[in-house]
């Protein structure tokens, strides 16, 4: 795990400049990787490349980056890993020859290219990556980000330069990177509590997409030039076209094979490794998986909260005593949590409002402390219907849009006649171990989308601010996936729709942006079994009954996890992972809370209309509302512009 950063300025000559600028584009992104970092100028053509690294595969020298090829034409800076780097080595070696001078995945990549291209290589590549590649013979550059977007990568061309980087940081040290804000993307980032791909914070600066590669020849026409060697749409495609055809029991034999392997291939590493666990499916699933192929007992960590509803430490607790882990737990103060909040426009480095980055940057620093890689569960809920309105729209989807509209709107009415936190004290009548979290704000939300279509229902349950645009005193949102009306005919399925703009949008958007930036502020490398574009190809030639059954999401990859863990230890309802936003603002986050959203702060910040969010903010404070989410967003953006 590393960060990359570099340039090609088309008129400079200047190369003591170039490699200053490279130099501090290095040091900018040093929490990536502060094991060592390099640049490499080449003295003709303009071009430098920058590299911080977090030692994992062969902490030798022979690892160290930028690198070039054995024969000379290809030089190379890369973030991430590739897992089957040993699989691919004696193929390179009998096909060429090679002689390579260390281990390091990194020269496995390299070599490869050299081998069999750009384009066979990517197809041979189980992992994580972004990469730069400079061709000396062509006089090309090339970027590359893996299927999923597990890693992240920004690029601009302006002003004659073509600017790439891990991180917004690492971008804003060259002086033609644009730096004014960007207000559509702001209007996104207020829907979503994040700023969607391709767009960032600063207009003229964009996020590379998964699956996406860049061109840039410097003896063409100088144009950034965008292509695709992978998209989940035709994964989706293949995997209806070519359906699983065997039954429950060979369903989960072939899925538990090919997490075993993920899992297996993600637990090679010079360094020590672990676990997240909180004591769900996923985590779960991945450390049952990692413990079976290990020898000796496998570390773990979560985080617990004194607030018992955002409290999950004892569940995972559970689970790492029946595996037999070694498991390390952190009990947090709120007082302690909170501490990270002025941190989090640093970390996250663009306006980034998803709550969880708070336990999520405390579990990867606690987590620091004892090992330098650590496996995650993220993605089991996008590829196997875990997320609530998966199952909702599962179970109740046709019946209410047979319900005539009328009376879709009278049981909204219904619903909304008592306040969330009335509902919170009917569901107190409900068991608590069927009891869902927050059912008040559920129960709103539903009354939001009895009146919708199924996209509508997405959309509506995605959103944060429902019309961004009427809080922007400049900027429209550019419409993006969600909106995109063909996806009814290649997608029919609404569910299935779902768990694919899921995909596509929520997860590298959102999750894995949050894993990255999280754990790469402690220098910890997180590493994702689940997105395996193998397990994410299997999933989508799965019929919906073996993803939802029973009015439970992730069936298929619960019976894998109750081959390993006791159902009675896993199932029960989804807590998610986050803090007390709601009681901190109207309790010790208050003064700041008012402080950043007062008429006086907007006003001189000049990006958004204060009427709308003074009246949500009276409201949560006074208890008769929870607008934890949109003020959490908006406090976030002013904390981010105050930072910036």
Not at 220 to 248: C, H, I, M
Not at 391 to 401: F, M, V
Not at 479 to 493: D, F, M, R, V, Y
């Amino acid at each position: 795990m590393c960060g990359i950063a570099g340039f090609i300025d088309c008129k400079s000559t200047d190369i003591e400049k170039r490699q200053n600028i490279a130099h501090s584009m290095g040091e900018a992104m040093y929490r990536r990787g502060p094991d060592g970092g390099d640049i490499w100028v080449s003295a003709d053509h303009g071009i430098a490349f920058s590299h911080r690294r977090l030692s994992i595969i062969d902490l030798s020298s022979a690892g160290q980056q930028p690198m070039t090829s054995s024969c000379g034409r290809f030089v190379l800076v890369y973030n991430g890993e590739i897992y089957n780097a040993a699989d691919l080595r004696p193929k390179i070696v009998a096909h060429k020859g090679t002689n390579f001078k260390g281990h390091s995945d990194t020269e496995v990549l390299l070599e490869a290219i050299a081998t069999w291209g750009l384009e066979e290589t990517l197809e041979q590549l189980i992992g994580m990556f972004v990469f730069a590649l400079w061709d000396k013979r062509e006089k090309r550059l090339i970027l590359c980000r893996d299927r999923l977007g597990i890693k992240p990568l920004y690029w601009s061309y302006n002003k004659g330069s073509l600017i790439f980087g891990s991180i917004l940081k690492a971008l804003k040290i060259h002086p033609n990177c644009p730096s004014q804000i960007d207000h559509d993307a702001v209007a996104s980032y207020l829907r979503f509590n994040y700023i969607p791909a391709p767009q960032s914070i600063y207009k003229g600066v964009n996020k590379l997409l998964p699956g996406q590669i860049l061109t840039f020849d410097l003896e063409g026409d100088r144009t950034p030039k965008l292509s695709t060697y992978w998209n989940l749409e035709e994964a989706v495609s293949k995997g209806q076209q070519t359906p699983f055809s065997g039954n429950d029991q060979d369903a989960i034999a072939a899925l538990e094979n090919l997490l075993e392997d993920a899992v297996g291939k993600r637990m090679i590493s010079d360094v020590p490794f672990g676990a997240f666990l909180s004591g769900g499916i996923d985590s779960s699933t991945v450390a049952a998986l990692m413990q079976k192929q290990s020898s000796s007992p496998v570390k773990t960590f979560s985080i617990g909260f004194e607030d018992q509803g955002y409290n999950e430490a004892q569940h995972a607790a559970e689970v790492a005593k029946h595996l037999g882990t070694d498991h390390t737990e952190l009990y947090v103060t709120p007082s302690e949590a909170r501490e990270v909040i002025p941190h989090l426009p640093d970390i996250y480095d663009e306006p980034f409002a998803d709550s969880s980055q708070i336990p999520t940057y405390l579990v990867s620093k606690l987590t620091r402390e004892h090992v330098t890689v650590a496996l995650s569960g993220d993605g089991g809920d996008e590829l196997f219907g875990g997320y609530r309105r998966h199952i909702t729209a599962h179970q109740y989807g046709d019946k209410i849009n047979n319900i005539p509209r009328i009376f879709r709107n009278l049981s909204s009415c219904a619903i909304r006649s008592l306040s969330p936190q009335s509902w919170n004290k009917v569901f107190q009548l409900v068991p608590a171990s069927r009891r869902p979290s927050h059912p008040g704000d559920t129960l709103y939300k539903l009354a939001s989308v009895l009146g919708e279509d199924s996209d509508g229902y997405y959309r509506t349950l995605v959103s944060n601010w429902q019309d961004p645009n009427n809080l922007m005193l400049r900027g429209r949102e550019q419409k993006g996936e969600i909106w995109n009306q063909k996806l009814t005919n290649s997608i029919p399925n609404p569910v299935d729709r779902m768990q694919y703009l899921d995909t596509v949008t929520y997860l590298p958007d959102d999750i894995l942006t949050k894993v990255d930036r999280a754990s790469m502020a402690a220098s910890l490398e997180a590493r994702v079994p689940i997105l395996d574009h193998r397990i994410v190809e299997f999933s989508w030639s799965l019929p919906q009954h073996m993803k939802i059954r029973d009015g439970q999401g992730k069936w298929l990859l619960r019976n894998v996890l109750h081959k390993h863990v006791p159902k009675q230890l896993i199932d029960r309802p989804k807590m998610g992972f986050g803090v007390p936003i709601d009681n901190w603002l109207r309790g010790p986050l208050k003064e700041w809370t008012h402080s950043l959203l007062s008429e006086h702060a907007l006003k001189e910040q000049g990006l958004l209309e204060h009427n709308t969010i003074q009246r949500k903010l009276n409201e949560h404070m006074s208890g008769t509302r929870n607008w934890q989410h949109q003020i959490w967003n908006v406090l976030m953006l002013q904390s981010w512009l105050e930072k910036n």
